[in-house]
C-alpha cells in the first residue's frame, strides 16, 4: 500500500514540541517539522548523545531544544515541563509520542503498572502541566492548537473492563498478559485525547494510530510478535518516516478537515471504534482519576 505524505504548512511563529523525538517515528516528526520554520523545536528524550546529534543537524535551519526526559519518572516529566514553560510563552503543538509496547511485568518509579505509567499517566502530567500554556496561546487571534496523542489499533486488546483502576498501582503481571496491559494503555490514550477535546474545544485534540511501522519498538517484540505483523501487513508495513505521516497530519492538517476528539487510522482516516473507545463514561472516569492521582503536581 502506497502512503502519501501530508502537506505541512509554513509553521512560522509556532512552537512545537515532540515527546520521544529521539529515534523512530517521533525523530521523523522533529526532521519534518524543522523543514517548516518553526519559531522554537523542543523535542524529548533518554538518549542525550542521540538529542545532541539531532540538535546540531537541525539548529543551522530552525532554533531546536533537547529535553533530556525519562517517562517512567513524574519528576523527570514535570522538570521537563518547566522547562518548556519557562523558556516560552506559547506552544502550538504537543505531540505525546513516547511509549512501549509489551514489556515485562515492572512499575514505574512512581509505582505505576510500567505500559499506563509511561503511555498514559506520563503523557497526561505533560498536558496537565502544559495546558495553562496551550490555552493561552489559543486566545491568540487565528491560532490553531494541536494536542496529538499516538495510541494503537493494540487497544483493541483492552482488558474486558477497559481500564482495570483498582489494580493500575501494581505491575498486573499475575492478571493480564502484556498484550491487555498494552492494550489498556492504548485505550486510555483515545479516551483521554477524546475527553480534552470536549473539555477544552478551543484545542484541537486528536489520537493516531501510526500504523505498522518498521522501528525498534517492532524489532524489540518477540519472534511470534513480529511475524504476525509480518502476515497481517505484507503490503501496508511503513518504514519510520511513512509512519509519521498520520500524526504529522493531525498536527497540522486543515482544521475543518479533522473532528475533534476522534481517533485517525493512516492516513487521516476515521478509525474503527470499539465500544469502550466510545465509552463517554469510562473517559470521564479515566480523566478524573488521572487528575486526582496527579494532584500534587502543579506548574
Known amino acids: 500500500m502506497k502512503f502519501t505524505a501530508p502537506t505541512i504548512p509554513d509553521l512560522s511563529g509556532k512552537v512545537i514540541l515532540v515527546i520521544g523525538g529521539t529515534a523512530g517515528i517521533g525523530k521523523e516528526s522533529v526532521f519534518a517539522f524543522a523543514k517548516h520554520n518553526p519559531k522554537c523545536l523542543y523535542f524529548t528524550g533518554r538518549n542525550t548523545s542521540q538529542g545532541a546529534q539531532i540538535v546540531a543537524e537541525i539548529k543551522s535551519t530552525v532554533p531546536v531544544v533537547f529535553l533530556e526526559c525519562d517517562f517512567t519518572s513524574l519528576a523527570s516529566v514535570e522538570k521537563a515541563a518547566k522547562l518548556v514553560i519557562s523558556q516560552s510563552d506559547r506552544l502550538d503543538i504537543l505531540m505525546c509520542n513516547a511509549g512501549v509496547m509489551n514489556v515485562l511485568p515492572a512499575l514505574t518509579e512512581d509505582g505505576y503498572e510500567v505500559h499506563f505509567g509511561i503511555n498514559h499517566i506520563a503523557h497526561a502530567l505533560l498536558i496537565k502541566l502544559l495546558l495553562p500554556t496551550l490555552l493561552r496561546t489559543a486566545e491568540a487571534p487565528d491560532s490553531d492548537i494541536r494536542v496529538v496523542s499516538l495510541t494503537s489499533q493494540g487497544f483493541a486488546m483492552h482488558p474486558g473492563g477497559g481500564i482495570l483502576f483498582d489494580d493500575l498501582r501494581t505491575s498486573q503481571g499475575s492478571g493480564l498478559i502484556k498484550s491487555l496491559r498494552y492494550g489498556q494503555s492504548k485505550l486510555a490514550n483515545i479516551l483521554y485525547a477524546s475527553e480534552l477535546a470536549r473539555r477544552y474545544p478551543q484545542i484541537t485534540s486528536?489520537?493516531?494510530?501510526?500504523?505498522?511501522?518498521?522501528?525498534?519498538?517492532?524489532?524489540t517484540q518477540s519472534i511470534v510478535v513480529r511475524c504476525l505483523a509480518f502476515l497481517t501487513h505484507p503490503f501496508s508495513m511503513m518504514t519510520p518516516a511513512e509512519g509519521a505521516y498520520n500524526q504529522l497530519w493531525g498536527a497540522t492538517a486543515d482544521k475543518t478537515k479533522i473532528v475533534n476528539g476522534e481517533y485517525y487510522e493512516p492516513v487521516g482516516v476515521p478509525g474503527s471504534h470499539m465500544r469502550k473507545s466510545r465509552d463517554?463514561?469510562?473517559?470521564?472516569?479515566?480523566?478524573?482519576w488521572t487528575e486526582k492521582e496527579l494532584d500534587e503536581h502543579r506548574v
Open 280 to 288: 463517554l463514561k469510562l473517559a470521564k472516569q479515566l480523566w478524573e
Open 206 to 219: 486528536v489520537s493516531i494510530h501510526p500504523g505498522v511501522v518498521r522501528t525498534d519498538l517492532l524489532h
